[in-house]
């Protein structure tokens, strides 16, 4: 299996640092509001990419913070006067519904910040005891002039940064890409103690003090946006490498693209920010995922529901050839195990090549092609390996929808009524749970294998 490293830019052969054991850590959200489609992008992918790693054997340790304590937190706090940690809790509980909404299930551990206090202010002290920090007047700061390796992971060398960096307002720092650690409290902000007095973490070192808490010092893989490269897990390495002495911090640097509104940056400034709520009112989540992992991780994603509706047909016909099989009998034997199994093959070297979720789809789509083709001559023990790979790919991407099973179920009462009803030749009651599945968003087709049903 190959994956891409950000650091290294290029696809390297993954080999976890113990067996299979695998430590994964993806940069939570700083929840001050609904989560985005962006997030909803970055959040699948791995949730996907874990997924695929535990059906392959790995064992998959899957930690993700939260961050919620921040200047965005604290801002919205004061035009709400509210308490901040209100909001970052109210909005923590939001984004875990989105997730369990979007079948985001493969995370063992949220670690929220302000429950990691400890250990920040522990990892900030060792940094500062090692020369590599510094006290000002409203703070304490990672001095990147001492960390000769920073810029690696953008690519960029110290200088360079130094040419790019903005005007800054803060003259006690020494350098402009200096940041902070803690920061020294003001008026109306949450605090905790400190040795420099009360006040809050930086953002950078939340994530470094989580992780040493949970994996150690070094780990093997790190995911984000793209937008997280710089400065935030440039910041990272800074901190980690520096307060262990070891390198690398982790093996993998993985990094999801830009995901853009009809060609457009997302932003609150540009006022097209769709949430995952708003879409999951008018689209599956498992069309969602579909529509997300139909393009590479590291490419950028353009969203409208425009595209969704184009991408809809595909998508069913997958739920529906599903759904046909589920139904179908058939009597002894099995002629095309080995097509079946071909399929799976390029499911799985679609995955296995940095994980390539738009070459895996089309891999199931022939897949599709060939049962719809071949699925009259098929026998039992056919049918049972397309039953099986059908579940493996939803137990990965997700993408059939086959978990709301009370639902389900209900929906096949309903038709097995149906059923009774034409066969006493009922046609008004047949005609009239059609009408009313219909009206509910869910259509009914009568096939040759019966009643097949599909959410509209
Ligand atoms: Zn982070």
């Not at 290029?10 to 929840?31: H, Q, S």
């Not at 640097?253 to 009809?262: A, Q």
């Not at 995955?351 to 060939?370: G, H, K, R, Y």
């Given at each position: ?20 054991r ?21 959040y ?20 993700q ?95 360079m ?92 640097w ?29 689209v ?31 998508w ?30 390029m ?74 009803a ?22 009914v ?12």
């Amino acid at each position: 299996m190959k994956i891409y490293d950000t650091l290294s830019r290029e696809k390297k052969e993954f080999l976890p640092m113990e067996g299979r054991r695998v430590k994964l850590f993806v940069c939570g959200p700083t929840v001050y509001d609904y989560s985005h489609i962006g997030h909803a992008r970055t959040y699948v992918f791995f949730d996907t990419m874990a997924s695929y790693l535990r059906y392959k054997g790995y064992h998959v340790f899957y930690l993700q913070n939260i961050t919620d304590i921040d200047d965005k937190i604290i801002n919205r706090g004061r035009n709400e006067k509210r308490d901040p940690l209100d909001i970052s809790l109210e909005f923590m509980l939001h984004y875990f519904n989105d997730m369990r909404s979007l079948r985001v299930d493969s995370v063992n551990i949220y670690a929220p910040a302000t429950y990691f206090i400890d250990r920040i202010i522990d990892q900030i002290q060792r940094l500062y005891d090692l020369g590599y920090a510094y006290e000002t007047d409203d703070g304490v700061y990672y001095d990147v002039s001492r960390f000769r390796e920073y810029g690696k992971l953008s690519h960029q060398s110290l200088d360079m940064i130094r040419a790019g960096a903005r005007v800054e307002v803060n003259e006690n720092k020494r350098h402009p890409a200096d940041f902070a650690l803690w920061k020294k409290r003001k008026e109306g902000e949450p605090f905790w103690e400190s040795p420099w007095g009360e006040g809050r973490p930086g953002w950078h070192i939340e994530d470094t003090a989580i992780t040493e808490y949970y994996f150690g010092p070094q780990y093997d893989i790190h995911g984000g946006g793209s937008d997280l490269i710089f400065p935030h897990h440039e910041c990272e390495i800074a901190q980690m490498e520096a307060v262990s002495g070891k390198k690398p911090m982790v093996n993998y640097w993985m990094h999801t693209g830009l995901l853009t509104i009809r060609q457009e940056r997302m932003g609150k400034s540009m006022g097209n920010v769709i949430n995952i709520r708003e879409i999951l009112k008018n689209v599956e989540p498992e069309l969602l995922r579909y529509f997300l992992l139909s393009s590479h991780y590291r490419s950028p994603v353009d969203f409208s529901y425009e595209r969704i509706d184009e991408i809809r047909q595909s998508w069913e016909k997958i739920v529906i050839a599903y759904r046909k099989i589920l139904k179908k009998e058939s009597k002894e034997g099995e002629s095309f195990i080995d097509d079946i199994r071909k399929y799976r093959r390029m499911f799985e070297d679609a995955m296995d090549d940095d994980f390539n979720t738009p070459e895996a789809i089309s891999a199931i789509q022939l897949f599709v092609n060939f049962i719809n083709k071949n699925m009259d001559g098929m026998g039992m023990g056919d049918i049972e390996e397309s039953i099986k790979f059908f579940n493996d790919i939803d137990s990965i991407l997700k993408i059939i929808p086959s978990g709301r099973v009370a639902e389900e179920r209900i929906i096949e009462l309903i038709l097995s009524i149906r059923k009774m009803a034409r066969e006493r030749k009922l046609y008004d009651i047949s005609d009239y749970i059609r009408e009313k599945l219909r009206e509910n968003n869910i259509n009914v087709e009568d096939m040759q294998e019966g009643q097949i049903w599909y959410r509209k």
